[in-house]
């Protein structure tokens, strides 16, 4: 497996606009609709306190079943973060697409917004997962994120949320 590109997005960049529309689709995928920011995306990047980064891949250079033109590049996930405070940031989301999963692209992907936000001297990282994400959970502990408490009905009445944090020494 060929690793992924991992790039910090400029909204003002050339072919931004295309990379932004792929970005809301895997979006709308991923997340059941009360949750998705898709409706909202565009407003969320233009804040000037936040940002995404997002890993992408050529095509032909991953072992999957569907057949792609090689050579097309394919985004395969992405993390949006802000600055809460000048101390504190959260994460806001972290996407992989399906059959890029379990393959080190989350862990990449966290690990960049974790060094973005080493680089700020920000104190505290936080963000909310759904428990029964375990994958998910997982992946936040094995950074140090711990479980600060359980939110309910954070998602829908039914579904609870852990907030987690990671704190800098």
């Not at 996930?77 to 959260?90: D, I, K, N, P, R």
Request: charged share 30%.
């Amino acid at each position: 497996m060929n690793q992924a590109a991992i790039i910090e997005l400029d909204p003002s960049s050339k072919g931004a606009e295309k990379v932004i529309e792929e970005i809301v689709r895997l979006e709308r995928r991923i997340f059941p609709k009360h949750e998705s920011l898709a409706r909202s995306f565009h407003e969320e990047l233009r804040r000037k306190n936040g940002g995404l980064i997002y890993a992408k891949v050529e095509n032909g250079t991953q072992g999957r079943e569907e057949v792609k033109v090689k050579g097309e590049v394919e985004i395969i996930g992405y993390v949006m973060y802000s600055w809460v405070t000048s101390l504190c940031a959260s994460i806001t989301k972290l996407a992989v697409k399906d059959g890029y999963r379990r393959q080190g692209h989350g862990e990449t992907l966290l690990q960049a917004a974790i060094e973005k936000c080493r680089k700020r001297s920000i104190h505290r990282i936080s963000l909310h997962v759904d428990p029964e994400r375990t994958a998910a959970v997982s992946l936040y502990q094995k950074f140090g994120f711990q479980v600060d408490t359980t939110i309910k009905g954070y998602y829908s009445s039914e579904r609870d949320a852990y907030r987690m944090y990671l704190d800098f020494d």
